[in-house]
Each structure stands twice: as C-alpha cells, then as structure tokens.
C-alpha cells in the first residue's frame, strides 16, 4: 500500500478512461487521500497514434473530463515526459503515491519501468494495476511455461476461467481542495492532422462511458443472440461496436465478458460463446505484443524477411483512396475514412487484397488503419494485418487468398454495404457514401459524379502473381 499521509495520490490515466469497473481509480481511492486524476500527453502518444486515434482519444478525454467535474472532481491535463510532469505534479500537490493501470508493449513497458524507479527513487511508492485485460499475458501459459501462438489452445486454456465481477463506479472521488493548473484541451489540438474528416466521423464515433454503457446494453438485448450467425453479413448491424470504447477503456473488457456470461442464461449458448471467444481474441493479441514485442514492425514469423512484398506504391494509394475499382474492397475503405471503424470481414478482405493481390508489404496496411481507424488498438491492429498477410500467427496459409467477388456474393449478397458506402452510379446515393466525399482531403479531387475506376488489377491475375511470388519464394 502507499503511505499516503503526507497527501494523496495522483492517478495518472492512460489507456483507462472511466469510472466503472476501473481497479486503478479503486486503488487510488483505496489510499484514502485526495486524487489528483492526470492525462499526460507525451512523445509516445505524438508519435504512435495516427490522426483519428490522436482525434478520438480527445473526445474521451472531453467526455471524462465532464463525467468527473459532475461529481466534483477534475481531470488536470499535462504534456511533457511523464517522469518530469509526475515529479511535477507530486511537488505542487504533496502526493506520495502514483497509481496506473499496466500498458503491454514494449515502448509502453520501458517508459513505465523508467518512471516507476524515477518515482521510488525520490520515495514516492507506485502501483500498477490491471484495468484493461481479463488474462494478463504472464498469466497464461502452456504446460511448458511458454507462451501460446496458437489462438486455439489459448481459448481453451482461458475460456473457464473466473474473472470477478465487474466493479461499480466510485460515489466519492476524493477530490482535492487544491487544484494544480491544468492544459487546455483545445491547445492540445489533437483533431489538427484530421482535417475536414473530423466533422464526418464525429457523426459515428459513440464516446464515452456512457455511451459505451448504453452500447453494451443494446448490444445483449438485440444482437448477441445471434451474433455467430450475423456478424459476417457486411450489411447487418449485427456486432457490438464496442472496440472504439474498449480502445480508450471506456468500458472494461470485463463488463463485456461478464453482461455475456449472464446472457447464456436465456440465449442460445452457441451463439454468445462466439462473442466471448471474439473478445478472447483482443486478449491473445495483447498475449503476443507482451511476449513476442516485434509483432507490430517484423514479421512474426522470420521466414518471410525476404518476400517479395511491395513497399509503398500507387496500388497503395489507390486502395487507401477507396479506388480500386473492387467494389466491396473500396466500400470497407470508404467505410472506414468516413466512420472511423470497418466491419471485421472487410478488414480481412481489403488486407488480404492489399498483401496478396496488390503484393504490398503488411506494414502498408497497418499504418493506414493506424492513421485511421478510431478503434486503432496496439495489439489487434498489428496481429490482425500479420495474420491476414500469412506472416503472423494463426496465420491461414498464404496461398488461401479471399475472393472479394466471391466473399461479396456471400457476405454482401444484397449489395446493402457496397450501397452504403459507394456513391458512384446510385440514384440517390446513400448519406454515408455521400460523406465519404465530405471527409477526404480536398487534394484527392473526388467526387460522387465521378466515374467509377474499373479494377487497377484483374482479380485473378492478381491471384495468380501472388501465387507465383508465393511458389517461388517458398521452393527458394
Ligand atoms: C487487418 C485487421 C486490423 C484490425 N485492427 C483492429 C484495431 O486496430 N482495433 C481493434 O479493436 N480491432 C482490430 N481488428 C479486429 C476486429 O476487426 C475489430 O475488433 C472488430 O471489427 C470491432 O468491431 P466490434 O467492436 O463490433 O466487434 P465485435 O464483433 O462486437 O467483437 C467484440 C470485441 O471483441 C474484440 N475482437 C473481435 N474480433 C477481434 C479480432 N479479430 N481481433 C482482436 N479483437 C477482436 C474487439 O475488442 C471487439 O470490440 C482488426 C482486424 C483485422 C483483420
């Protein structure tokens, strides 16, 4: 415990932007001094998240920041080294303690083990907690002792495991009397490098505790009783959508975990066990970022150092632009510039054409979604693009290349998502296609008018080239 006599402790948030179910706003509280809760911007977030998870994360901190002031408390808001902005902060306040919740990679890792003796050095006590995981990756292990790099065995070895219950949210946050002074949001300018597409994807983002909270309940009510048999339909409105919340810690993975145990009681088990298994698979990524930190820039598995794969091209940028001329690719591409999220299924199907047909280099991908996606996650990101492009673990083998004419006949068959989110040729075309357009740089000139581009590779020699590239790089 930490000797909070002289005064308190500060609650330095991360990744853990709530009040419910939040163990390290409960180990703070548990001292029994004011807390002092902090954001720190530092040069880890200015140079890891791209623009919409940089735009997104200042929405949640918006939304925190007012939760908080409703029950007296504040969030103060500093930039700089996290060591020298806590040492700060414990000189203006007389805090003895610092509390966070653990982060799992590697950069994460090694500022918070830096800090952690900078503090204890200067005899200020720190308590790292878990508030994001339901396994921690030391956790979980093979018989061996060694860690798992197979999704499946990993399930299994967690699938029964007792999690608690869920917290409930602090009435008293122990605020201070004294405030240090604080940033300003706004000065923080975390939208800059969105450009116009703030105003498009803040019509999508749900942000917030709350929200995340109402999400959740919808959720159990309407759409995990079927959730195995729909989540596939690009069309349906048939998943949780709450990785945006689980993303910023907006809601616990273990809230999830536990509203879906309970609806076993009166769904049709097979069903909501596929939801579980969906959120295990966010703990094996952060289970492989721990242990096998290069997953998110090598290779997982060395044997594809020397693939043939592309760096950046103009078969990159047309992709990125939504203009393929692969309707169900360009309609998750444009899905994502406009909401900041993309449907499970076409992520894999505009990865797999990327680092297959394209033959461009998985990290391509990866940085495009990070820049994007305002569910952008470390771990999932990184594990879901090596998996896709054949080099990650539980890999599907490279040569099992998706159709995207045969997946959109399948999981599309109404055309009701490629309507969605493509304008060009529709009368009237759909809001959200319309948006699209609304959202992406001007410089791209693009226009619902335009003409749709036709393919900028035949599909099947597409195909063909990748697995050529693949039968010669493996008789090598
Ligand atoms: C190339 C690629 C990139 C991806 N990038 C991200 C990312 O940056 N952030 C992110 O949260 N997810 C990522 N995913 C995983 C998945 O696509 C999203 O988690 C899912 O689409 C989110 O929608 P949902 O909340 O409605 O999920 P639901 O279907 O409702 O699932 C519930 C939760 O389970 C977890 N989950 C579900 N599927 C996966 C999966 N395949 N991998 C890891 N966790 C999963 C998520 O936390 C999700 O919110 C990526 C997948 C691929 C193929």
Known sequence: MCDTQEGGTVLWLRRDLRLRDQPAWRAALEEGGPVWPVFILDSLI?????????????????????????????????????LKVLRSL???????????????????????KETRSGLNAQGIKVLEVNSSLLFEPWTVATQQGRFYGVYTPFWNAVQHRDIGQPLGSPGDLSPPDNWPASDSLSDWR?????????????????VGEHAASERLDRFIVRGIGSYKSERDYLGLDSTSKLSENLTYGEISPRRLWYAAQNAMEGKRN?????????????????????????????????????????????DAEAWRRGMTGIEIVDAGMREMYT?????????????????????????????????????????????????????????????RIFNPELQAKKFDADRRYRDKY?????????????????????????????????????????????????RQYRNK
Not at 49 to 67: D, I, N, Q, V
Request: overall charge positive; charged content about 25%; proline content about 6%.
């Open 190 to 206: 975390l939208g800059a490098k969105m450009g116009r597409g703030a105003a498009i994807v803040s019509r999508y983002a749900n």
């Open 46 to 82: 200015e140079e890891t998240y791209g623009a919409a998870p940089k735009w997104r994360l200042g929405e949640s901190l918006r939304s925190l920041a007012s939760s908080l002031k409703k029950q007296k408390s504040r969030l103060v808001l500093r930039s700089g080294d996290p």
């Open 339 to 399: 909401t900041g999220t993309m449907h499970n299924r076409a992520r894999m199907l505009v990865g797999s054409y990327l680092t297959k047909h394209l033959m461009t280099g998985w990290w391509v991908g990866e940085a495009w979604f990070r820049e994007c996606l305002i569910d952008w996650d470390i771990a999932s990101n990184a594990m879901g693009w090596q998996w896709v492009a054949g080099s990650g673990p539980d890999a599907a083998p490279y040569f």
């Open 90 to 112: 414990i000189a203006e306040t007389g805090a003895r303690c610092v509390v966070w919740s653990r982060l799992y990679d590697s950069m994460s890792i090694g500022r918070d």
């Open 422 to 470: 493509l304008a060009e040729g529709r009368r009237p075309p759909h809001p959200n296609a319309l948006n699209y357009f609304k959202a992406v740089p001007k410089s791209w000139a693009l226009t619902p008018g335009q003409t749709y581009p036709r393919p900028i590779i035949d599909l099947s020699t597409g195909r063909q080239r990748a697995l050529e590239a693949y």
């Open 270 to 314: 097979a069903e909501v066990s596929y939801f579980l298994r969906e959120i295990a698979w966010r703990e094996f990524a952060y289970h492989l970022l721990y242990h096998t930190p290069r997953i998110i820039d090598k290779n997982w598995r060395s044997d594809w150092d020397n693939f043939p794969w592309r760096d950046d091209n103009e």
